[in-house]
């Protein structure tokens, strides 16, 4: 038996859906990684991408969070200003997916990261 969210709950997963695509889009993350980053299984994030689930308040949080989008946005109560998605848009897409990636590493990774960075430049 497959279970269909009531209508309420459909609006809202498509909002947050809609939300999520387009805030990972932005900084140019694929689904893979956003799921890893929230400790999500993939296909469970595909799934709320897709309006098909809606993630409890905690997955909410963690999803803004790595997103760099509020709460409010991801539940479709606000909308990002202009001058904050100019900013965000102005970076190149592997630039703004290297950073969001090196947000999530530990002190010793980030070292890590530093070290191979500063060598490519060479």
């Known amino acids: 038996m497959r279970y269909v969210l009531p209508r309420m709950d459909e609006q809202l997963g498509m909002m947050v859906g ?3 695509r387009e805030a990972r ?8 990684e956003v799921a890893a980053l929230v400790d999500m299984h ?6 709320v991408e897709r309006g098909k689930m809606v993630p409890s308040a905690g997955m909410l ?10 709460t409010d946005e991801l539940l479709g ?12 848009e102005k970076e190149p ?15 010793v990774k980030l070292e890590a990261l530093v070290t191979m960075a500063r060598a490519l430049t060479r």
């Not at 993939?42 to 799934?47: A, D, E, G, I, K």
């Not at 109560?77 to 965000?88: C, F, N, T, V, Y």
Request: avoid cysteine.
């Open 77 to 88: 109560l606000a909308r990002p200003g202009k001058d904050e998605r100019r900013e965000l």
């Open 93 to 107: 897409p592997l630039l703004r997916r290297l950073v969001t990636l090196a947000r999530e590493l530990d002190d």
């Open 18 to 20: 809609k939300a999520a």
């Open 25 to 32: 889009a932005r900084l140019g993350l694929t689904q893979v």
């Open 61 to 70: 949080r963690r999803l803004s969070m790595v997103l760099r989008i509020s």
């Open 42 to 47: 993939p296909m469970v994030y595909s799934r």
